[in-house]
């Protein structure tokens, strides 16, 4: 038997995520990671990599599920599109939960279908009351139909809609006030915002809903310009995370606490222990918290 079969006998943990650092989970790095018994918190997968009824991918994750909590990642349900939801899709989701138990499950403030076509991005919505009804629906029908809470992620965005009439903040804080949702908040997406509309990252954070975070992201970033000469940075997941998000996030772990934090990298992934490091660095952060919490109550 393989490795990897053998592993699926194997009684399945059932445990939340913990309040530790994580990776995007890899195809390539499911061999090394389960030969080393790699000492990380969790690993987090995209949904719609797994809606197939088997094969090899199936048999990587339960190999994964086996040994670690998991992560529900969506890209694909189009939370904030025009239309009603694929209920086929939603069949899908549901299954998958089922299936792996994740301890989190969670979803992107973004829509990428229109009518039939499904595109291969996570666009922005307009911050409006009729948006913003629409969103809250969406929720709740993916929460009525998963069974459980999902977790929103913040998006990155590049350009504003004259459409808005209200913040991104205000966004968010009335969406969870309505569904009862959590909030995914991911730290890179922030630093990308606010450069790209000149705002403050730090301003921004001071405001946002921490009360509702159960998961933080952490990514890459790839820097350019736009047609005036201004800084652009594009969420393009295809490098290490940056200092100053490192520095946003160690001042969101200090108000916030130590919370489940992913490292994305999803494009020229490295090998598996360029990756980890990443997600060693976020952990000493997770760690240095934990530290000062005990000695406060001390």
């Known amino acids: 038997m393989t490795q990897i079969s053998q592993l699926n006998t194997r009684t399945r943990i059932a445990s939340p995520v913990p309040c530790r650092a994580g990776a995007g989970l890899k195809p390539e790095h499911v061999p090394e990671i ?64 089922r299936r792996y138990e994740p301890g989190l499950f969670s979803e992107h403030l973004a829509w990428s279908t229109h009518d039939t076509v499904y595109l291969n991005d996570l666009l922005p919505v307009a911050y409006n009351r009729k948006t913003l009804l629409r969103v809250c ?42 569904t009862g949702c959590g909030l995914l908040l991911d730290v890179n997406n922030v630093h990308v915002s606010c450069v790209n509309h000149q705002g403050s990252a730090e301003d921004y954070l001071a405001e946002f809903p921490l009360y509702a975070v159960c ?69 000493t952060v997770l760690e240095t918290s934990r530290r000062q919490v005990l000695h406060n109550a001390g």
């Open 34 to 97: 389960l030969e080393t018994r790699a000492d990380i918190g969790f690993f987090e997968v995209h949904a719609e990599n797994y809606m197939g009824a088997g094969g090899l991918p199936h048999r990587q994750l339960e190999a994964i599920r086996s040994e670690y909590p998991l992560s529900l990642h969506g890209v694909g349900l189009s939370i904030g599109g025009d239309g009603p939801l694929d209920k086929a899709h939603l069949a899908r989701l549901r299954e998958l939960n």
């Open 137 to 178: 629906d969406h929720i709740d029908a993916v929460q009525e139909a998963v069974g459980r809470r999902m977790l929103l992620e913040n998006p990155s965005t590049y350009a504003a809609f004259r459409q808005s009439d209200m913040s991104e903040l205000a966004f968010l804080r009335e969406i969870v006030t309505r």
């Open 215 to 283: 998961e933080i992201h952490l990514g890459g970033h790839a820097p350019d310009v736009d047609d005036e000469g201004r800084p652009l940075l594009i969420d393009a997941h295809d490098r290490e995370v940056d200092e100053a998000v490192w520095k946003l996030y160690q001042d969101v772990v200090a108000n916030l606490g130590a919370t489940p934090t992913l490292i994305e990298w999803d494009n020229d992934v490295p090998s598996w222990p360029v990756l980890f490091k990443e997600v060693r660095r976020a952990e």
